[in-house]
T-cell receptor
Framework: QKEVEQNSGPLSVPEGAIASLNCTYS??????FFWYRQYSGKSPELIMS????GDKEDGRFTAQLNKASQYVSLLIRDSQPSDSATYLC????????????FGSGTRLLVRP | EAGVTQFPSHSVIEKGQTVTLRCDPI?????LYWYRRVMGKEIKFLLH????????ESGMPNNRFLAERTGGTYSTLKVQPAELEDSGVYFC?????????????FGQGTRLTVV
């Protein structure tokens, strides 16, 4: 079992729709959860961080965390073609505060 | 404010040669990390510096890889001698502190191709 699992996609949504990206993790000791967006050939860009159960909203992005279910999600409202990218879920190693464990990423395509 | 900068952006070398990658972290960030993504795999942790000290190098693949951070500023990652399986994208990241809420910012990566 992978430590951080994501559906590789591609997830295809029409412009203006809500895109829902999901991630599960295996280490119950993890405390920090991050979503990075990566355009092809570019650096991973931090877009959301979440540390406690519940929802965290930032503009069109909402991160959701459920530690009991070991589940993290990212919702993108009013999706735009410019949101088309690979979204990486990253979790800190439970025994280590600084090491990030990445999922393989979900490719999102927003159709105009 | 400048972000994390990596040099070179691409490197193509022959098997057995040496390559040195450089990373300049965000100014004021004591923590510097190296990660690697090989083809079709997840981004994997290699090592972590706090200032000039190596805190964790558990992700380094083998002793052909040597990372340094002299003076606690920029870092280099040397691969000597390079093997075919070393091909991939090497990312550097930096963060301001190492508390559990740390947010790491990544450079654009160095794409290394060993032929």
């Amino acid at each position: 079992q992978k430590e951080v699992e994501q559906n590789s996609g591609p997830l295809s949504v029409p412009e203006g729709a809500i895109a829902s990206l999901n991630c599960t993790y295996s280490d119950r000791g993890s405390q920090s959860f991050f979503w990075y967006r990566q355009y092809s050939g570019k650096s991973p860009e931090l877009i959301m961080s979440i540390y406690s159960n519940g929802d965290k909203e930032d503009g069109r992005f909402t991160a959701q965390l459920n530690k009991a279910s070991q589940y993290v999600s990212l919702l993108i409202r009013d999706s735009q073609p410019s949101d088309s990218a690979t979204y990486l879920c990253a979790v800190n190693g439970g025994d280590s505060s600084y090491k990030l464990i990445f999922g393989s990423g979900t490719r999102l395509l927003v159709r105009p | 404010e400048a972000g994390v900068t990596q040099f070179p952006s691409h490197s193509v070398i022959e098997k057995g040669q040496t390559v040195t990658l450089r990373c300049d972290p965000i100014s004021g960030h004591d923590n510097l990390y190296w990660y690697r993504r090989v083809m079709g795999k997840e981004i994997k942790f290699l090592l972590h510096f706090v200032k000039e000290s190596k805190q964790d190098e558990s992700g380094m693949p083998n002793n052909r890889f040597l990372a340094e951070r002299t003076g606690g500023t920029y870092s280099t990652l040397k691969v000597q001698p390079a093997e075919l399986e070393d091909s991939g994208v090497y990312f550097c990241a930096s963060s301001q502190d190492e508390l559990w809420a740390t947010e790491a910012f990544f450079g654009q990566g160095t794409r290394l191709t060993v032929v």
